[in-house]
């Protein structure tokens, strides 16, 4: 018996859909990313340092003008700097004997998992890091960076990897408050393109460009105090209820290379 | 057989180049309409396009192609399975091809 070429067809795209949602109902397609990502995260892990180098040596060429301004402004501004240094180191030693009395150190505040970003997302802000269930992360882990930055938390956990999705993906969306004369609290929105928003400020509050945004523990997501960013531009409208900024983030993907995941807080 | 295993180490280069390479680049960093440029779907797109129209490889260029995207990236439009990008890329390929088999008459030239 000769089938039809439009039979053919038919049940081709007939058992590609059955294969597909056997696939996507079973756990197997996460397996299957996991082996996709554990053979091609020694190529992804080099391909990610040599573009990081690449970039940062062509981002130096093009600004070889700035950066002659720039140091000048910085060879000035550091004669200033190392006056209040001398203070500062005085008040670091201080600190550092209260810290240990009080037992504060941010190794304690948190329990750590160090993890390397291998990827960043083709379609969305995020990206893959080397760490997964197998070294006890699970889903809504928090993802810092070493100066306390936050950069996201854990989206999907496969057994050796995990994605993590940024602050600045669209889906993303958590408490935060500005640390100012008085607290401001809002939500941080994630725009895409790595790009977010401080959103439902009230209309009454003063907030300035280049206020420093920090998470509160109110949505029970981040642990209090992680650094998000700086105001970048505040727009303000009298018909509006709340007032919106836009916040120039402190995560960076050219220096997306360890990142820390807070497994306890 | 040569030409598919040639089509799967091409593209499985091609998106780990762009999701691990590229990213970094300015250029790059979503300036185009918010998307950063799919590499796959550009060559795709492309091999669909000046493939033979009679020739049925660009289907299976578009099958590689998603399968790659469907692996390498999460949610799209909020959607996250392994077939959605395939699905896209197939229905892209067959609407090129649809296009140039019916109204486009391109000149090939048979080997002497």
Avoid: C
């Avoid at chain 2, 998603?66 to 197939?90: C, E, K, Q, R, Y």
């Amino acid at each position: 018996m000769k089938l039809s070429p439009k039979l053919k067809i038919g049940i081709i795209v007939v058992l590609l859909i059955a294969f597909f949602v056997v696939l996507n109902l079973t756990a197997i397609s996460k397996g299957i990313k996991n082996f996709f990502y554990l053979i091609s995260s020694p190529i992804q892990k080099t391909l990610w340092r040599l573009s990081n180098n690449l970039s940062d040596f062509l981002e130096a060429i093009s600004n070889i003008n700035k950066l002659k301004k720039e140091t000048e402004e910085t060879r000035l501004q550091n004669q200033e700097l190392l006056k209040e240094l001398v203070t500062l180191k005085e008040i670091r030693e201080e600190n550092k004997i209260l810290r240990e009395a009080l037992d504060l150190g941010l190794e304690k505040e948190f329990k750590l998992q160090i993890a390397q970003v291998i990827s960043k997302d083709i379609s969305e802000d995020s990206l893959i890091i080397d760490k997964g269930s197998k070294e006890g992360i699970e889903e809504g882990l928090p993802v810092i960076s070493q100066q306390k930055v936050l950069w996201g938390r854990i989206s999907e956990v496969y057994p050796n990897f995990s994605r993590v999705m940024l602050i600045s993906n669209k889906e993303s969306s958590f408490d935060a408050k500005i640390v100012n004369e008085e607290e401001i609290q809002g939500v941080v929105k994630g725009k895409g393109n790595l790009k977010i928003i401080f959103d439902l400020i009230p209309q009454e509050k003063e907030i300035e460009e280049g206020n420093l945004l920090i998470t509160t523990s109110l949505g029970g997501i981040y642990p209090e105090g992680l650094l998000i960013g700086l105001v970048k531009t505040i727009k303000k409208s009298d018909i509006e209820p709340w007032q919106q900024a836009e916040i120039q983030p402190f995560f960076d993907l050219s220096e997306a290379e360890i990142l820390f995941i807070i497994i306890e807080w | 057989m040569k030409k598919i295993l040639i089509l799967v180490i091409v593209f499985y280069i091609l998106v780990l180049f762009q999701i691990s390479f590229l990213v970094h680049f300015n250029i790059f960093d979503g300036s185009f309409l918010g998307w950063s440029p799919n590499l796959i779907l550009i060559a795709v797109i492309l091999l669909n396009i000046f493939e033979n129209p009679q020739k049925n490889s660009g289907y299976f260029t578009a099958f590689i192609g998603g399968f790659f995207l469907d692996i390498f990236s999460g949610h799209f439009l909020g959607i996250n399975f392994i077939g959605f990008w395939i699905s896209i890329l197939l229905a892209i390929s067959f609407s090129i091809k649809f296009i140039l088999r019916k109204y486009v008459r391109t000149p090939f030239f048979k080997k002497a």
